[in-house]
């Protein structure tokens, strides 16, 4: 197992940590939730983050959470697909389509949320489940799938994410669409 620091991986990836933070913010906008604080970027750990008011409501914390989630992993296909099938099936390898893949893939590697995001999910799914709120029954398992994402990343989880969704995807696409 090739263990790289985190520092170089955010060197290489920030494309996708930017994108990451860019959807928290995007979701607090969307819920009204005003942002108090935002580093898009940084080579320490955590390499980027949002600092938002206290949410009331367990569907904005909800979605402000998983929201990078959502629009990492769109926006990794989004990018992908047209390079892949331009250098997969037109054998068009030019820099411009291998940049893209790796702006794709460093997207998508960047879409699970943080443990922090998750211990926010569980702690307004512990008061939203009190209000009989349906939704909050989900976050259990969401919340488990990110605490095991995260840890898996130990395991290059995140980087396996992001070439399954941008270069597997697209493949199964084509093979799908030859018949």
Aim: glycine share 6%.
């Amino acid at each position: 197992m090739i263990i790289i620091p985190g520092w170089i991986i955010a060197i290489i990836t920030f494309p996708g940590i930017i994108v990451h933070e860019a959807a928290h913010v995007l979701f607090c906008r969307l819920r009204k939730v005003a942002v108090l604080e935002v580093c898009y970027l940084q080579f320490k750990n955590p390499p980027g983050y949002v600092i938002h008011e206290n949410v009331a409501d367990f569907t904005s914390n909800f979605l402000i959470s998983i929201g990078p989630f959502l629009v990492n992993s769109f926006l990794c296909v989004l990018i992908c697909l047209p390079a892949f099938i331009r250098v997969r099936t037109f054998e068009m390898g030019d820099p411009l389509s291998y940049a893209l893949l790796w702006l794709g893939v460093s997207i998508g590697m960047h879409a699970f949320p943080s443990n922090q995001d998750a211990s926010n999910l569980l702690r307004a799914a512990g008061a939203a489940v009190k209000r009989l709120n349906p939704l909050a029954l989900l976050a259990y398992p969401v919340v488990i799938a990110i605490y095991l994402a995260n840890l898996l990343r130990f395991f290059w989880l995140d980087y396996i994410y992001g070439v399954a969704l941008g270069l597997g995807l697209p493949e199964l696409a084509l093979k799908y669409a030859a018949g």
